[in-house]
């Protein structure tokens, strides 16, 4: 059987400094050039600092165990670091180029080791298609990878069909309850049930569990803050948003679905409404990660809260437009500390309690950063996560890894989460089209 050998790129070490140990196929190898990138980014303060100072430690702790160039024994192999010969490297490619010497890496690997299979480990695209076109043997990493495929990610509400008495039963306040042989619900999942004799007659309820009757939903009529839900999924969105046992809220939705607004107006009602001593919720904190998280907010002028502004002028935009003219007493609120601009950089090391928290644009955090937030969470603390998976602007993330997904599908069988994905824009007519056309 040929020996194997893992050629390493920085965006995998970067994403799991835990990779050199949970690859199995053979031996490692780390080009010289990747621990000179990796120096870049260690003093970064969100993950990917994270991950370069921590596998820059692991590695000096493998030096106790023999040389780096000559190779240090792991479980099920040896990591060595090997640096390239840039004659190996086409004319066509730029020898200067991070990527390239890299690439000039492995090939000095494949011509010392005809024996054996050399792999190219990358999550750069277009690494990958150099590797392809120069006959190198490459392939993804995707430890991080939560769902196999987005479309089957979870959506919070499924459809029932069932017989008159039942929705007649629901509408009358009456205690009915699913089969667990007849459907399959997780808790908190909305439940749209459907007359098999009439499509057009529907109830619209939440399930709690099996040993408990189905919840028929609030329309909310009279609104929230002012706000009116617009669609069935809104309307679902508020029933999570206003629900004091239910502490994590998710929601995701396309650009102008309503995500943001709904969360801050229900994050308003419950801190300043007349329902606010319901749920003794103190302050509504607004935040969203920076990109990248923690660097260029040091570069913009002011204090923290004037260093945000930028990052979270969609949250003020809809603050404004709850608030509608009075604009004094949003100062107010926010002079008062009721209403909290918030850097992602500085939720380390606080403990949350009494708050409605709203973290808009998850989408571009890693599952170490939301982690880190949602262990933040103290008690009598409602967190709402917002964001659309399709429109992520972190690098080393997709729709299948980012932390907004991770926690959607790993808290979904959780009686304290809640999730709905909104699927028709609101904002506009415009911005519905563009989101469809563009």
Same mark, same amino acid.
């Given at each position: 059987m040929n020996k194997k050998i893992l050629v390493l790129d920085t965006n995998v070490l970067l994403t799991d400094s835990n990779c050199i140990f949970s690859l199995n196929d053979g031996d490692i190898a780390i080009p010289l050039k990747v621990l000179d990138e990796i120096d870049k980014h260690k003093?970064?303060?969100? *993950?990917? @600092?994270?991950?370069?100072?921590?596998?820059?430690? =692991?590695? !000096? &702790? %493998?030096? &106790?165990?023999?040389?780096?160039? &000559? @190779?240090?024994?792991?479980?099920?192999?040896?990591?060595?670091?090997?640096?390239?010969?840039?004659? /190996?490297?086409? !004319?066509?490619?730029?020898?200067?180029?991070?990527?390239?010497?890299?690439?000039?890496?492995?090939?000095? %690997?494949?011509? +010392?080791?005809? +024996?054996?299979?050399?792999? #190219?480990?990358?999550?750069?695209i277009n690494m990958r298609v150099k590797c392809d076109a120069l006959g190198i043997e490459c392939a993804d990493y995707s430890s991080d990878q939560v769902i196999d495929d987005i479309d089957v990610l979870y959506a919070g509400i499924t459809e029932h069909l069932v017989d008159d008495q039942t929705i007649d039963s629901i509408y009358k306040d009456e205690a009915v309850f699913l089969d667990e042989d007849e459907i399959s619900v997780e808790p908190n999942q909305f439940v749209m049930m459907i007359s098999n004799s009439n499509d057009k007659k529907t109830? #619209?309820?939440?399930?709690?569990?099996?040993? *408990?009757? #189905?919840? /028929?939903?609030?329309?909310?009529? =009279?609104?929230?803050? @002012?706000?009116r839900p617009k669609n069935k999924e809104q309307n679902f969105a508020l029933d999570l948003l206003m629900n004091p046992d239910i502490p994590l809220v998710t929601i995701i939705g396309k650009a102008g679905s309503g995500k943001t607004l709904l969360a801050l107006a229900a994050g308003l009602q419950q801190c300043f409404g007349a329902t606010a001593n319901d749920c003794n919720y103190s302050r509504v904190i607004v935040t969203k990660p920076v990109e990248p998280v923690g660097k260029d907010i040091g570069f913009?002028?002011? *204090?923290?809260?004037? /260093?945000? #502004?930028?990052? %979270?002028?969609?949250?003020? !935009?809809? %603050? =404004?437009?709850?608030?509608?003219?009075? /604009?004094?007493?949003?100062?107010?609120?926010?002079? +008062?500390?009721?209403? &909290?601009?918030?850097?992602?950089?500085?939720?380390? @090391?606080? *403990?949350?309690?009494?708050?409605?928290?709203?973290?808009?644009?998850?989408?571009?955090?890693?599952?170490? +950063?939301? =982690?880190?937030?949602l262990t933040r969470v103290g008690e009598g603390t409602k967190i709402v996560l917002t964001g659309d998976i399709e429109q992520i602007d972190n690098v080393y993330l997709d729709e299948t890894t980012n932390g907004l997904t991770y926690v959607i599908d790993r808290f979904k069988e959780q009686s304290s989460s809640g999730h709905i994905t909104l699927v028709k824009g609101e904002r506009s007519k415009i911005a519905t089209l563009a989101s469809k056309l563009l």
């Open positions: 003093k970064r303060q969100d *993950s990917v @600092g994270v991950h370069a100072r921590s596998i820059i430690r =692991k590695l !000096d &702790e %493998l030096r &106790e165990q023999g040389n780096l160039f &000559e @190779g240090v024994p792991l479980d099920n192999g040896n990591l060595f670091v090997k640096g390239f010969d840039p004659f /190996k490297l086409p !004319d066509d490619l730029d020898i200067e180029n991070p990527d390239n010497q890299i690439i000039a890496t492995a090939l000095s %690997l494949i011509e +010392e080791n005809k +024996e054996s299979t050399v792999t #190219l480990i990358s999550r750069d109830a #619209l309820v939440r399930f709690l569990n099996y040993n *408990s009757p #189905l919840k /028929k939903i609030d329309s909310y009529k =009279k609104g929230i803050w @002012g706000v913009l002028p002011g *204090s923290m809260e004037e /260093k945000m #502004l930028p990052w %979270l002028a969609p949250i003020q !935009d809809n %603050l =404004k437009n709850l608030m509608g003219n009075d /604009k004094i007493t949003l100062d107010m609120y926010i002079d +008062e500390g009721k209403i &909290e601009i918030e850097a992602m950089t500085f939720i380390r @090391g606080r *403990s949350i309690a009494n708050a409605f928290i709203i973290i808009d644009e998850a989408q571009n955090m890693t599952k170490h +950063e939301i =982690k880190t937030v």
